[in-house]
């Protein structure tokens, strides 16, 4: 199984940009489905993008396309979520997700097996 540990949270003004990584362990991360969502109090756990396998398709929540762009370092078996335009309504934990199965529903939470921990992002208006 796959390890996953996101980092590069943080408090930043509205307007800014974070790029967020995950870094994996335990398994070669291009040989999974590997996601970010985010989760902000009181809400569900929301989709906002993936990455598919060694071939590297991505895919974008519409809410969020165009400020975010998902990467992965295959050298460095670490996944990033570069954020731009950062507005108060991101402030949320986001989370890094893989799974080894496939599935065309890549926007489901319930459809990925492996998590990490999630790391803070907080903007400021």
């Known amino acids: 199984q796959v390890q996953l540990v996101e980092s590069g949270g943080g408090l930043v003004q509205a307007g800014g940009s974070l790029r967020l990584s995950c870094a994996a362990s335990?398994?070669?991360?291009?040989?999974?489905?590997a996601g970010w969502f985010r989760q902000a109090p009181g809400q569900e756990r929301e989709f906002l993008a993936a990455?598919?396998?060694?071939?590297?398709?991505?895919y974008y929540a519409d809410s969020v396309k165009g400020r975010l762009t998902i990467s992965r370092d295959n050298a460095k078996n670490t996944m990033y979520l570069q954020i731009d335009s950062l507005e108060p309504e991101d402030t949320a934990d986001y989370y890094c997700?893989?799974?080894?199965?496939?599935?065309?529903?890549?926007?489901?939470?319930?459809?990925?097996?492996?998590w990490g921990q999630g790391t803070q992002v907080t903007v400021s208006s």
């Open positions: 335990g398994r070669t991360l291009s040989s999974y489905r």
């Open positions: 997700a893989a799974t080894p199965y496939y599935s065309d529903k890549v926007d489901r939470a319930s459809e990925y097996i492996y």
């Open positions: 990455i598919i396998r060694s071939a590297g398709s991505t």
